[in-house]
């Protein structure tokens, strides 16, 4: 444990941000897994809106540097790959 103030409140600092952040991913596996429930479901509606969550969560998390740009960038490509597969099959 630090004795300076400074590195103290880094110390407080660095454990709020971790419980933030590890919440905030955690939220965008559960906004990933929806989708993956409604595209098993085979309703297209829900699907649909399923993926418009899906990718606006994955916008804002690579905006907050929760992810990186590219690998939001690469989830959205493949979720929505999926999503129009499957759709055209239906």
Known sequence: MPNIKSAMKRVKIARERTLKNASARSALRTTLKRFEEALASANMDNAR????????????ASAKGLIHKNTASRKKSRI???FN????AV
């Open 49 to 60: 809106a399923a993926l418009a969550k899906a990718v606006r969560a994955l916008d804002k």
């Open 80 to 82: 929505t790959k999926r």
């Open 85 to 88: 597969s499957k759709a055209k």
